[in-house]
């Protein structure tokens, strides 16, 4: 596939253009020295239909192979934006004829806030990124009880003239804006990890019970049963700074205060990937001072989940990919973003300590973590099953390329442990309780994160 380099509106007015003879737009796009857009091995891939579709099934994303479905959208997606979507205009019947065609209206996923539209705006995107993409349009099908399927994946695509700019305008703006390094200070992390009470019968006891829905230590959305009011899952919520040594504290702080609130009741705090069967539990960590790009995604995902999952109970595996699927993310309203796919790191304090630091790590000198081994097919089908052997060569490069960073001396108190811990072998134990290892009582009193 021919790489194009994107020039100046100048040179674009000498004849250059980002789309080729056909009115296409070039599958893959140089953007500088330091930044390719799709690059040609990952279209390459996408180009194999079989290939195509492992990859999809893999990372959970439905994918059909028949041609009926009630309605189809085109989403032309460029990283974790939707530029352009259309709609099929017919109802669901036709489509058993593939000889029929149909007509499509736009629409706008930033004021049409149906569940259908947003469900169909993030598998799109969602798809596209499990490709190893960064641009593409998605062929979408909305089946039998309003599921999602992926039917095609263009990465290079048929554009007029009004989706050239817009296309034009992504690219020129991603290459502008994306600096070597980024000041310490103008990222903030927060996160609001999950852990699960059980009784000494081994029984879930009810987050919402004794916890708020809000608050400093409140109880997770997700309900039990039929009753939306029986929430199982507390939410430690320590408020965002820049240092992620004082967000340590703060979370020590917010466990400190539930365990007071819970001395009088006997349970065990149980953290992890699925430390209650049926109950996924996670590790979201939140930015705010920088936009979630797929570069980032695919440095958190190699640089930090990758990693973790060394030291992961092997039941964690249950979680994936319905939960802990790679680039998982979500927009939030302080105007950062969550990424979602870690599990629970509150197991240990040398698990929080070195997950937090790294992730700062990361998001400040992700252009310069060029590690990708989950690029590799075969690689995403062992992350998902939880082989770690497939690994060990790969997590002592990715740990070495994090040392050789400038600002990991900041942080090295914190990351040394944490990179012994992962390469160590050792496994957590989702059936302890976790507040032995955090010093809390029952346990005794006095921990202090250093």
Not at 214 to 230: E, F, M, P, T, Y
């Amino acid at each position: 596939m021919r790489a194009v380099t994107l020039r100046t509106k100048i040179d674009e007015k000498q004849g250059f253009s980002i789309l080729n003879q056909e009115g296409k737009l070039h599958a893959t796009i140089q953007l500088n020295d330091h930044i390719t857009l799709n690059p040609a091995q990952q279209v390459e891939r996408v180009a194999d239909e079989t290939i195509r579709r492992r990859i999809l099934r893999v990372h959970g994303i439905p994918v059909q192979d028949q041609s009926f479905v009630i309605r189809q959208y085109i989403v032309y997606v460029y990283q974790t934006k939707v530029l352009f979507m259309y709609r099929s205009n017919s109802a669901g019947q036709w489509l058993q004829k593939r000889a029929i065609s149909t007509s499509y209206q736009r629409v706008y996923p930033s004021t049409d806030k149906t569940k259908e539209v947003q469900n169909v705006q993030s598998m799109a995107i969602r798809a596209v990124y499990a490709l190893g993409l960064d641009y593409a349009a998605v062929l979408c099908g909305v089946v039998h009880g309003k599921n999602i399927v992926i039917r095609k994946v263009n990465p290079s695509p048929k554009l007029n003239s009004v989706m050239m700019g817009s296309f034009e305008k992504a690219f020129e703006q991603y290459r502008d804006t994306q600096p070597i390094d980024i000041p310490s200070d103008k990222v903030l992390i927060g996160a609001d990890p999950e852990f699960i009470m059980r009784s000494k019968t081994g029984n879930l006891i009810l987050a919402s019970k004794y916890f708020p829905l809000r608050g400093k230590v409140g109880c997770d959305a997700i309900w039990l049963g039929q009753n939306r009011s029986h929430k199982p899952l507390v939410e430690v919520r320590p408020e965002p700074t820049s240092d992620p040594r004082v967000l340590v504290e703060r979370i020590y702080h917010c466990l400190a205060y539930a365990a007071r609130k819970m001395a009088q009741v006997p349970c065990s705090w149980l953290a992890g990937a699925m430390p209650y069967n049926g109950y996924p539990i996670g590790g979201h960590i939140h930015f705010s001072g920088i936009e979630p790009t797929f570069g980032l995604l695919r440095a958190l995902d190699n640089y930090l989940t990758l990693p973790l999952m060394m030291a992961e109970d092997e039941k964690g595996v249950r979680r994936r990919p319905k939960y802990g699927y790679l680039g998982d993310y979500r927009i939030k309203n302080h105007g950062g973003f969550e990424y979602r796919t870690p599990p629970s790191w509150l197991v240990s304090p040398t698990l929080t300590k070195g997950a937090l630091a790294t992730a700062k790590l990361i998001v400040l000198h992700h252009q310069k973590l060029k590690l990708t081994p989950l690029s590799n097919p075969d690689l995403q089908t062992a992350y998902y099953k939880g082989e770690k052997d497939s690994f060990t060569f790969w997590v002592s490069l990715l740990c070495q390329g994090l040392k050789d960073l400038d600002d990991y001396k900041m942080y090295e108190k914190y990351l040394d442990p944490y990179f012994e811990y992962l390469q160590s072998g050792k496994k957590w134990d989702e059936s302890r309780d976790f507040r032995r290892a955090w010093r809390l009582p029952p346990y005794r009193d006095g921990y202090k994160p250093k």
